[in-house]
């Protein structure tokens, strides 16, 4: 069975700081892999999304970036973090099928806090 | 671009009443449309999808939900509530031209009182 993994749970950062967060799936080959944030009060919004080793789609200007070094390995990234970058951010991982995406699986979220 | 609205930001229900959550989405074609629950701390969760044919949809944990294109409408229903079903839930329209990404609504908060 396929499972995804996404650490940390919680992050408290300094603005300013570095940020990385990991997300891997199992049980499966060449996902399409998600970022996304919920920040409160502002529903869900998709960060990146990627189809394949290398390959990273930005949906949002902002300062954070995201990479994939394995098929199934999804990192995001900052250099410094602002404190708007305050949110609860999702990992998510789909297969296309017919010719489109049967939904996607999400994993348990990180609470990052930027103080 | 697609859109997704759901007007109620938070929602208050007796344990055992019947439920309704309602979302209209906004695209020019026949959309592909879930609906994710989310409890707190946690990950979301698919309780049920349409993507053609019968647009009454039975998903997970009692829960259906009706397309109405003439309305652009998926509204989620349950008949009776249970104290479990308190959480946050998000619809969402994916497209058949964007396969790599949904869009989701902001979200209904679901209180379930004793």
């Known amino acids: 069975s396929q499972t995804i993994h996404q650490w940390p749970a919680t992050l408290v950062q300094p603005v300013g700081s570095p940020l990385s967060l990991e997300c891997t799936v199992e049980?499966?080959?060449?996902?399409?892999l998600y970022w996304y944030r919920q920040a409160a009060g502002r529903g869900l919004q998709l960060l990146f999304y990627?189809?394949?080793?290398?390959?990273i789609s930005s949906e949002v200007p902002q300062n954070l970036s995201a990479s994939r070094p394995q098929d199934r390995q999804f990192i995001l990234s900052s250099k410094k973090l602002l404190l708007s970058d305050s949110g609860f951010y999702l990992c998510?991982?789909?297969?296309?099928?017919?010719?489109?995406?049967?939904?996607?699986?999400f994993g348990s979220g990180t609470q990052l806090s930027v103080l | 671009a697609q859109s997704v609205t759901q007007p109620d930001i938070h929602i208050t229900v007796s344990e055992g009443a019947s439920l309704e959550l309602r979302c209209n989405y906004s695209?020019?074609?026949?959309?592909?449309l879930f609906w994710y629950v989310q409890s707190p701390g946690q990950g979301l969760q698919l309780l049920l999808k349409?993507?053609?044919?019968?647009?009454l949809v039975q998903g997970i944990k009692g829960f259906e939900a009706e397309f109405k294109r003439s309305q652009s409408s998926f509204n989620l229903r349950k008949p009776s509530v249970h104290w479990s079903d308190a959480a946050e839930y998000f619809c969402?329209?994916?497209?058949?031209?964007?396969?790599?990404?949904?869009?989701f609504g902001k979200g209904t908060l679901l209180t379930v009182n004793p």
């Open positions: 998510a991982w789909s297969l296309t099928t017919r010719g489109h995406n049967e939904k996607l699986f």
């Open positions: 049980g499966t080959s060449n996902p399409n």
């Open positions: 990627s189809v394949g080793i290398g390959q």
């Open positions: 695209y020019g074609a026949t959309p592909y």
């Open positions: 349409y993507f053609s044919g019968d647009t």
């Open positions: 969402a329209v994916g497209t058949a031209g964007s396969n790599y990404k949904l869009t």
